[in-house]
């Protein structure tokens, strides 16, 4: 059973309104057609379940850092955007269906992923496996009741009284994006008995610019190398943010709570504390680069 600290409950409210946020610009269809047309679902996972880990494997292998700080990359990067992503990719007019497609699909394969691709480097730089296996039944639930659900619920409104969707869409967004705000400054400010960080000045720079170039690597493959595969800069944007913000609270409950090594949560702490914001500036840069305004939808 996961242990939840009042933080991390208020995270998942926090979150679960911010799907049903994204909910209300979506359409039954946009899931639909996201389906007919996987080759950028397809791409998109691939990169994250096999492109970014050994990209992260290869850059903490000939680091100096510790042992499980090394663990905690892979870790981090093993375990997928969540509401996060959807929050951002719905924010600055990305392919908002394929964002949540890829949250619920990724999330159920992280139940296999993630022991597979940990219990790989455990073996790597202990020589040494543990067993890790995620509650099924609960951490479906968080899934579902984070993130699927608030959406799908979002998008029936939508159907039904699309005059009251398209009216709120201004405002909440204003609103989510607060929200989320508030929430990040929470986990940074709050004490460690209470679901905040708790980690030394020290340990985050060391951390730190290990971190920030896996975070730029993960929106350079995401954007540039995915778009040579023939996908639209829309596509590949989305790809970008879901290669880049991590499920940071799943790699704080895997890491402290089934592996019982709080040096193996640090660079998932670490990470939680910047990418957020390196996440907007590079939304900005895009925009910028393909001469739109910042909220402005893609024109391919």
Known sequence: MFAYSYIDILISVVLAFIMLGIGLTLTIQNFKDVLKAPKSLFIGLTSQIIALPIITFIITYFSDLPLPVKVGFILLIACPGASTSGFLTYFFNGNVALSVTFTTINSILTLFTIPITVNLALMFFYGNQTSIQLPFGETLLQIFLVTLIPALVGALIRGKYPAFADK?????????????????????????????????????????????????????????????????????????????????????LVAGTLLQNQDMVKPSLVYSLFSFWTAIIFSMLVKKRLALKTFEAFKN
Not at 184 to 192: D, G, M, T, V
Not at 198 to 222: K, M, R, T
Not at 237 to 248: D, G, W
């Open 168 to 252: 709120v869409k201004k405002p909440m967004n204003y609103i989510l994006l607060a929200a989320l705000a508030a929430v990040f400054f929470i986990k940074l400010l709050a004490s460690e008995e209470h679901g905040g960080t708790g980690i030394s000045s020290a340990e985050f720079w060391q951390i730190f610019p290990y971190g920030l170039l896996i975070n730029v690597i993960s929106f350079i493959w995401g954007y540039y190398i995915v778009f040579k595969n023939g996908l639209s800069n829309k596509d590949s944007f989305t790809i970008a943010i879901e290669s880049s913000v991590h499920n940071t609270t799943l790699a704080f």
